[in-house]
C-alpha cells in the first residue's frame, strides 16, 4: 500500500490549503485514515482522523479551521486547511489503516512522505 500525499505549500498567515493523500495498492478496504504534523524539533501529533464511517475526531487547536473528509470510492482523504497560523507550519503526513488477513484478522499502518505546510508573511 502507497500513500502519495500533496498539497502543501507557502501560504500567509489567515490563509489557507487543501492537503490530499491518496491510497493505492493491493487492499480490499481502509479503516481510519488521518493526518499528523511534525514540527522542527517536535513530536508528531493527530491533526484529524476520520472512519469509514465518517466519524471525525480533531486535535483542539485545530478545531473550527481545519476539516478532514475522505472519498472511500477514490481512497483519498483531504485536509482542508484554513486560518492558518505561523503554528500550523509543519510537515503533515497522512496515514491510513489497512486490515488483512494473516493467521487471523489483523490492521497495518501505512504513512505517507509528508508534505510541507510553511505560513509565513
Known amino acids: 500500500v502507497q500513500l502519495q500525499a500533496s498539497g502543501g505549500g507557502l501560504v500567509q498567515p489567515g490563509g489557507s490549503l487543501r492537503l490530499s493523500c491518496a491510497a493505492s495498492?493491493?487492499?480490499?478496504?481502509?479503516?481510519?485514515m488521518g493526518w499528523y504534523r511534525q514540527a522542527p524539533g517536535k513530536q508528531r501529533d493527530l491533526v484529524a482522523s476520520?472512519?469509514?464511517?465518517?466519524?471525525?475526531v480533531y486535535a483542539d487547536s485545530v478545531k473550527g479551521r481545519f476539516t478532514i473528509s475522505r472519498d472511500n470510492a477514490k481512497n483519498t482523504v483531504y485536509l482542508q486547511l484554513n486560518s492558518l497560523e505561523p503554528e500550523d507550519t509543519a510537515v503533515y503526513y497522512c496515514n491510513a489503516a489497512v486490515p488483512y488477513w494473516s493467521s487471523s484478522l489483523s490492521v497495518a499502518t501505512y504513512w505517507g512522505q509528508g508534505t510541507l505546510v510553511t505560513v509565513s508573511s
Open positions: 495498492g493491493s487492499f480490499v478496504s481502509i479503516n481510519d
Open positions: 476520520i472512519t469509514s464511517a465518517g466519524k471525525i
